[in-house]
């Protein structure tokens, strides 16, 4: 019962600090002026074309595949990967689960773990045989990637090894009716290994909004990426500078 009332605990203390954390970024990001108009051409001339690279930006790393195809199939098969793991695991928040559950969810989320490592596995020997990038490089960056191969490890000990394997249902339980239903009577299955990975993903939310991580969420917010490239047909002033101009 100990555990349950702790792990539920950190648990609604960590989804609070990464809520009001992404808020908080979000509106920092939202008021910083853009003075200058500095979209990366060739960059499109409306706003429908800034959302259209947006989206390939976020869906396919566009820059990235243009400026280092060894970079962007590591950082690919990183985010892929996490993606489908992350698509898996809703099966332990949502009920019912989804229809394709058994096809996709689980027998191709069961694997893109691999994907997953392999990428972090390619980014962190970039980070440290790469001369320009180590240089740039702090010890954060080496503990992010550590700690989040470390929870896909522990993820895929438990999913394929019987030594580690948890109740399922009971992971589900406490989730679906505990956690989300503010009840501590659905007690969490007592495995180290299952101990350790909520653990490690209580540390990642905690982080999430005060790291580097956070560019999943500026990228959004970059005037490189989402301005309208149209200089010479509408003059930019930002907004504290329009006094002036009176």
């Known amino acids: 019962m100990f555990l349950t009332v702790l792990y539920t605990l950190l648990f609604y203390a960590a989804t609070m600090i990464l809520i009001v954390g992404l808020g908080l970024k979000i509106i920092q990001y ?3 002026p853009a003075p200058l108009k500095i979209a990366t051409t060739p960059a499109p001339k409306t706003k429908f074309g800034v959302a259209l690279r947006l989206f390939r ?3 396919f790393f566009e820059s990235l595949f243009k400026g280092s195809k060894w970079t962007w199939i590591f950082g690919y098969l990183f985010h ?3 993606f489908l793991v992350l698509i898996r695991h809703s099966r332990y928040f949502i009920e ?3 229809p394709l559950d058994t096809l996709v969810v689980q027998s191709v989320g069961r694997y893109a773990a691999f994907a997953m490592m392999a990428g972090l596995a390619g980014l962190m020997v970039r980070r440290i045989f790469v001369d320009r990038v180590r240089y740039i490089s702090n010890p954060s960056d080496y503990l992010m990637l550590i700690l989040i191969f470390m929870i896909a490890f522990t993820g895929t000990l438990m999913s394929f090894t019987s030594t580690f394997h948890p109740d399922v249902y009971g992971v589900h339980e406490f989730f679906n009716e505990g956690v989300l239903g503010f009840n501590f009577a659905n007690e969490i299955p007592h495995d180290f290994m299952l101990m350790v990975h909520l653990l490690l993903v209580i540390i990642l939310m905690v982080i999430f909004p005060y790291s580097k991580l956070i560019h999943s ?3 959004f917010f970059s005037p490189t990426r989402n301005q309208v490239d149209n200089p010479r047909e509408q003059r930019h002033i930002v907004n504290w500078a329009k006094k002036f101009e009176e």
């Open 217 to 219: 969420v500026g990228v």
């Open 96 to 98: 019912p689960f989804f």
């Open 30 to 32: 939202a008021r910083v």
């Open 57 to 59: 930006e976020v869906a």
């Open 80 to 82: 892929f990967g996490m």
